[in-house]
């Protein structure tokens, strides 16, 4: 089996077993990897944070257009994959944690970094509930610096809402071609 194949199995898998917390059947395809990743700034970004990596199709993509300098912070709550992430990012500029997203603030304290350039973020956000969905945008907001981007997809327009109260109007992107087709939202910060 190859690879790819080998972690789209695992992401299915994972899904049956915690369907809540991961919230897709599949990993997202390689173009709305690309359009997301196309809304950052790369060359200027000193810290990049991923929220939700799962297999890792998006922080492969960071990798590759991140800078040698860049430090790349990675969330992931589900035990399983974070295991194949430590096995499949071996990168000195990766900080990979295992923790819940709404606890960004205190991940990046303990690595001293004050502020991120930019966050993509790919948390089921329609099924996490209420309460700490708020934190997680409220604390994204918090830690990103002046001018730099959130980048969330979303199978639906649930969470817009509540992006825009904290970010203000955000643009609207969709992707046909993804397993189920997505919105990508894009906030700056003011
Ligand atoms: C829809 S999957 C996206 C996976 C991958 N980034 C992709 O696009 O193929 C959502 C991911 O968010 C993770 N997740 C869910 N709740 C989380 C939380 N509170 N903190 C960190 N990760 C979380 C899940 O375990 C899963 O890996």
Request: glycine share 4%.
């Amino acid at each position: 089996m190859t690879k790819i194949k080998r972690h789209k199995t695992t992401f299915l898998k994972t899904f049956f077993k915690e369907r809540k917390q991961v919230g897709a059947l599949a990993p997202s395809s390689k173009f709305l990897v690309n359009k997301m990743c196309d809304k950052i700034d790369f060359e200027n970004a000193k810290a990049i944070l991923e929220l939700g990596p799962g297999t890792g199709v998006f922080s492969k993509e960071i990798l590759a257009r991140a800078s040698a300098d860049t430090k790349i912070i990675i969330v992931e709550l589900n035990e399983e994959f974070f295991k194949l992430l430590q096995k499949n990012l071996k990168d000195p500029r990766v900080i990979l944690v295992r923790d819940s997203a709404d606890n960004i603030d205190l991940i990046l304290r303990e690595n001293n970094i004050k502020h991120v350039d930019a966050i993509l973020s790919s948390l089921p956000l329609a099924v996490i509930p209420e309460k700490i969905k708020k934190r997680i945008i409220i604390k994204s907001h918090a830690i990103l610096r002046t001018g730099g981007s959130f980048v969330q997809y979303q199978y639906s327009l649930n969470a817009k809402k509540m992006i825009e109260k904290k970010f203000g109007k955000i643009k609207l992107g969709f992707v046909t071609i993804n397993i189920p087709p997505a919105f990508i939202y894009h906030a700056t910060k003011a």
